[in-house]
Nanobody
Framework: QLQLVESGGGLVQPGGSLRLSCVTS????????MRWYRQAPGMRRTLVGR????????DYLESVKGRFTVLRDNSANTMYLQMNDLRPEDTAVYSC???????WGQGTQVTVSS
């Protein structure tokens, strides 16, 4: 069955780092652009970053450029989000999505607070 499972969230102080994972199964991972989104309470879900099928192309929300990096390991059907220099405004539920689909994980909570 189709699965996208995020992990790696938690509570971190401003300036800290986290690495999120999105482990997938049930579809041909290499056929899809993969995407990370986030949604904070009362806010619209926003595309944070995405990565092309073979990892050669990425793009990012302006506010995370230089701090966040999207990576993928096609042999493991897994996408990652490396988050550095975290800020309180990064607090949100982070979810992964297979591009062009309605396939979503359940999300993982990231809280940045001192």
């Amino acid at each position: 069955q189709l699965q996208l499972v995020e992990s790696g969230g938690g509570l971190v102080q401003p300036g800290g780092s986290l690495r999120l994972s999105c482990v997938t199964s049930g579809f041909t991972f290499v056929d899809y652009d993969m995407r990370w989104y986030r949604q904070a309470p009362g806010m619209r879900r926003t595309l944070v970053g995405r990565i092309s099928p073979f990892g050669s192309g990425t793009d990012y929300l302006e506010s995370v450029k230089g701090r966040f990096t999207v990576l993928r390991d096609n042999s493991a059907n897994t996408m990652y989000l490396q988050m550095n220099d975290l800020r309180p405004e990064d607090t949100a539920v982070y979810s992964c999505n297979a591009g062009g689909t309605i396939w979503w994980g359940q999300g993982t909570q990231v809280t940045v607070s001192s």
